[in-house]
């Protein structure tokens, strides 16, 4: 889809951005110490720090990615806010309180109190900067993809643009300002997603005048093959019966007007189908499924889809519909869905058709509609259905056990003054989190009926879902998702931050280091990242972000919470156990997950079918690999006193 500046957006967007900067100066000033740069001196209300954990939780993936993969494929996408949310459970009654106890700056303050061991600090704080790289990376394609509708510039200059403006608020101020940018953004993005919701339900449903309508045909073989300038395409080259009896054969038609035209077979003995937008002129010799691609290479000029083909009892449109109303009658409609294929030609020339699927609402709105989660429906017969249905248990583990792990989320509990407030902060954080989390479901289901997908990029559809309703909200919902993108970075930047500067240098290396010392290394290691983050953003950028979430939930749950939840409940712990769960949780998942098929197609552009990982999610392996690793090592080793009793022996206690 091609993307046009527009002067609404711009000038709103750098109004909000002018606003989260102008926060972080002005906290500048009360963040000279250490303790306030990394912690916020500790006198984070528990209120303002339970929003701020909703404002760096909800992140690109949250609002981008989840409520596009809920316009594209329904229900599964949800599955994803359900997995998130889980996840807080543990980091209430488990995580929040003990940790509190136990830090001051950084996770691995934590698992090395009771210890004091160098080989903790090294392996908690190189654990962090991965996990924080990795969670980084969707957190950068996010925002690359909402740049290109929002000011029209190309994604990498989204990417740039927001590794600048977080850099900036982490050097400025540190956690006081991350903090407020968090509460902000928090608070902005569930009160203006109530307000879509709200506008989405008072539309209702309609099967007419959305944007992007489509033609729909169908002819017999015999007359599209007659057409002039015919000619056949197969997939691969070769005329064949696909899994599931699909008949991979392909048209292309040369129309009058210059434009080609793709029509293609869905079953071995249905006619051909096209479905082609109605434009008022078609012209050019590059064409995907007949519409006009777009100056840059593989960007197609394709307007925003998303249609209810039939309603209940022949309705042509509900008018307003309450929530569950919404839901009932969605699931009694039909829905055109959007799938694509790439076509390689006898030529080798490749071609991507995207083509309709017009389906039942009842399908869409239960599990197994998806690539990911395909192996969950109980149609799914192929021979790799046990392996798919391990995925997406693999899937759900870690992303319910990663919460509780992840770095940037760990160090807002050392904000607040004591573990009473890290509780109660906790239960403001799931509150907000899971009222937008119900959201999400009618965001995405809203983009899938409403015209207001781009069928090239589902991390678009919130925003675009917006531009529905007008420019001015759709300039607003961007603004907000722009810093979602800035609140949770800056979270991110600061945790590798503490990882180096107070982990590795002051307590690894044991460099002598003042408190501005620290405050002044953490800044120049918050640039280093920055930059890291700039360019794995770019690199990354086809990737869906909420998938890229998912690897960076698995690398966390399998390092960080075997050590975690070990120390906090099983006094046998020992600091070899926790150095070792931590080493062979990260480089198994990490391994796990670059051997893995989507790393195969999407990194380094192979056949998946070559990958080493026989699925994707590592977590139910790795996970468990963590526990067992800790326990049988502490097992082999001598338990250590306490630092504190230690202490007390020396002092002849």
Same mark, same amino acid.
């Given at each position: &889809? ?10 709103? *967007? ?50 981008? %990615?989840?409520?596009? &993969? ?27 309180? #003990? ?10 303050? /934590? ?31 996010? /925002?690359?993809?909402?740049? =290109?509708?929002?000011?029209? *510039? ?13 850099? $900036? ?12 940018? @968090? ?106 499924? %007949? ?11 394709? +307007? ?5 083909? =039939? ?8 008018? #307003?519909?309450?929530?569950? @109303? ?77 919460? /509780? ?16 407030? +890290? ?49 001015? $909200? ?16 800056? %979270? ?48 990354? =950028? ?48 990490? +391994? ?25 999610? #590592?977590?139910?392996?790795?996970? #468990? ?29």
């Amino acid at each position: &889809m091609i993307y046009h500046f527009t002067w609404p957006p711009f000038i709103v *967007f750098c109004l909000f951005v002018g606003a989260v900067l102008a926060i972080s100066f002005y906290f500048g000033s009360k963040a000279k110490s250490a303790k306030g740069y990394y912690a916020a001196h500790g006198q984070i209300h528990w209120f303002v720090n339970g929003v701020a954990f909703a404002g760096d939780y909800l992140s690109a993936a949250s609002f981008l %990615g989840i409520c596009g &993969m809920i316009a594209f494929y329904g229900y599964d996408g949800f599955l994803y806010s359900i997995g998130y949310l889980a996840g807080w459970i543990v980091a209430l009654f488990v995580i929040a309180e #003990p940790l509190k106890r136990l830090g001051k700056f950084t996770f691995a303050d /934590a698992l090395d109190k009771k210890f004091n061991s160098r080989g903790i600090k090294l392996a908690a704080a190189i654990s962090t900067l991965i996990v924080s790289i990795f969670y980084l990376i969707p957190q950068m394609v996010g /925002a690359g993809a909402l740049v =290109k509708p929002l000011l029209g *510039f190309p994604e990498y200059v989204g990417v740039v643009l927001v590794g600048v403006v977080v850099v $900036l608020i982490v050097v400025t101020a540190g956690m006081v300002s991350t903090t407020y940018v @968090q509460f902000i953004k928090g608070s902005l993005l569930v009160i203006f997603c109530l307000i879509l919701t709200v506008m989405i339900l008072n539309r209702g449903l309609t099967t007419q005048g959305e944007p992007g309508a489509h033609e729909f045909r169908t002819a017999k073989l015999e007359e599209v093959l007659a057409k002039p300038g015919a000619q056949a395409l197969a997939l691969d080259g070769d005329w064949a019966i696909k899994p599931g009896e699909t008949f991979a054969l392909y048209v292309r038609v040369k129309n009058d007007d210059g434009s080609i035209t793709t029509w293609r077979r869905t079953a071995k003995d249905a006619p051909m189908v096209m479905e082609t937008q109605t434009l008022a002129s078609i012209k050019g010799a590059d064409f995907v499924n %007949g519409l006009p691609k777009g100056q840059g290479p593989g960007e197609a000029d394709l +307007a925003p889809v998303g249609r209810i083909s =039939k309603l209940p009892d022949g309705k042509t449109s509900t008018g #307003p519909l309450g929530p569950l @109303q919404y839901l009932s009658t969605l699931q009694n409609s039909e829905v055109v869905l959007w799938g694509s294929e790439v076509l390689k030609a006898k030529d080798g020339v490749k071609t991507t058709v995207y083509y309709p699927k017009p389906t039942k609402g009842s399908a869409i709105m239960v599990p197994g509609g998806s690539p990911t989660f395909a192996g969950v429906s109980p149609k799914y017969t192929k021979p790799d259905a046990l392996l798919k249905k391990v995925d997406f248990l693999s899937l759900m583990l870690a992303l319910f056990c990663g919460t /509780a792990s992840l770095p940037h989320i760990l160090i807002r509990y050392y904000t607040v003054k004591d573990q009473a407030a +890290a509780r109660k902060s906790t239960v403001v954080g799931i509150g907000a989190i899971g009222f937008f989390y119900v959201l999400t479901l009618f965001l995405g289901l809203g983009a899938m009926t409403s015209g207001a997908i781009d069928i090239t990029n589902n991390a678009m559809s919130a925003p675009l879902l917006a531009r529905t309703f007008g420019p001015m $909200l759709f300039a607003v919902i961007s603004a907000i998702a722009f810093t979602t993108v800035l609140g949770t970075v800056s %979270g991110l930047i600061l945790a590798s931050s503490g990882a180096v500067a107070h982990d590795l240098m002051t307590n690894y290396l044991q460099m002598e280091m003042s408190d501005h010392a620290k405050v002044r290394a953490g800044k120049i290691v918050a640039v280093i990242v920055g930059i890291i983050a700039i360019i794995l953003g770019i690199m990354f =950028k086809e990737m869906n972000p909420t998938f890229l979430v998912g690897w960076a939930f698995n690398v966390a749950a399998s390092a960080n919470l075997p050590a975690l939840v070990m120390l906090l409940f099983w006094k046998r712990t020992t600091k070899q156990g926790i150095t070792a769960a931590i080493t062979v949780g990260l480089i198994s998942s990490l +391994a796990w997950l670059l051997l893995s098929g989507p790393a195969y197609t999407s990194v380094y552009h192979l056949d998946a079918k070559n990958a080493l990982a026989p699925f994707s999610q #590592p977590g139910i392996v790795t996970i #468990p690999l963590g526990f067992l690793v800790l326990i049988v090592v502490s097992l082999l080793t001598k338990p250590q006193a306490s630092v504190e009793r230690r202490a007390f022996e020396a002092v002849g206690g």
